[in-house]
């Protein structure tokens, strides 16, 4: 890239090794932020400081957030006797979204995978267990429906039936809306296996 | 999005007004951010600023470079009597990365446009025909074909004639490998008005 000066092509290159962000989207966002007035890039640059010096682990639920618990486990108005298990701080969010779940959560920060070498150890299971010790109704795991995600269900629900709390499984089908003809097998067979009397 | 602590809402905020950055990729940026290490986060903030800091225009080709002159109107190498007018740096990288053009460039920072209101006097037009004083062979018109770019063209080409200078304008046709089914009708009219003897 010796046709940009080397200021704008370290700032290409930052911005390309960002996730989803590839060589075109890095030059155009690169443009964008040399046009911004300065002020404006001094705020954008120090709210990504100031977020990354800022950000911790929920002492509860393990989500990110800035305070020693999350807005969620701070909540009283939430039910805190069930837990969601989720993978990582967006799921949580996604659910968040829906303005249906009253329970809190627990983030795992990642999934049991043995091909990448992720154990039971390297996500927070252990911290999820010892809130169990407290009073609890119920543990409703919403890990994704990918093979990892499903082994991390599995073994999961194994760990915690012993202690009597109610296990359950987040429902694994055709999306709302989804037509039948594009949706792959697995779906459907999944589906199929979930069928609900009528 | 209070399900998300301030911090992390304002970095989602921020980042999301970034163009072609949309409220899911934000969310994925900034939960890859807060994962960095905090050096790395550092030294991405510090080269945002730096870049937007050092960048301004090149004295002769008004380029964004961190310097008086860009590297380009810096190379002695390169044929300084043959000029190509593009709209913005992003279009001069593009004609560069073909690795065959020898001339020298103008930025023109944007195109005549009466819809958005941008005259004569809101590009670089001045600046160029000031460096037609000097010792210019030919001046290659590059500005997109979009209808701003063929007004553009139009309009310096009109402005330039009568200083005896040769002007060009790039070909405008079907694109390499490009199918015939699949090509716009204007696209296709242009094709063959700029047909070529065999």
Not at 22 to 43: D, T, Y
Not at 56 to 75: A, G, H, M, V
């Amino acid at each position: 890239m010796d046709y940009y000066s080397s200021q704008i092509s370290n700032l290409i290159e930052e911005l390309s090794s960002l996730p989803g962000i590839g060589s075109k989207s890095a030059q155009r966002l690169a443009f964008h932020i040399l046009n911004m007035p300065i002020e404006h890039v001094e705020k954008l640059s120090s709210v990504i400081v100031e977020a990354r010096k800022k950000v911790r682990y929920c002492q509860s639920c393990f989500t990110l957030t800035d305070d020693e618990l999350c807005p969620i486990c701070k909540n009283a108005g939430r039910n805190h006797k069930m837990i969601m298990v989720v993978e990582n701080t967006r799921d949580l969010a996604a659910y968040e979204k829906t303005n249906k779940y009253e329970g809190v959560y627990h983030v795992l920060h990642g999934a049991i995978s043995p091909m990448l070498g992720i154990g039971p150890n390297d996500i927070r299971l252990k911290e999820l267990m010892q809130r169990l010790q407290e009073d609890v109704d119920e543990v409703i795991i919403a890990t994704n429906s990918s093979l990892e995600g499903e082994t991390t269900a599995m073994y999961i629900s194994k760990l915690i039936k012993p202690t009597g709390i109610k296990v359950s499984r987040i429902a694994s089908g055709v999306p709302v809306g989804g037509d039948l003809e594009y949706i792959d097998e697995m779906t459907l067979l999944r589906a199929l296996e979930g069928r609900t009397e009528l």
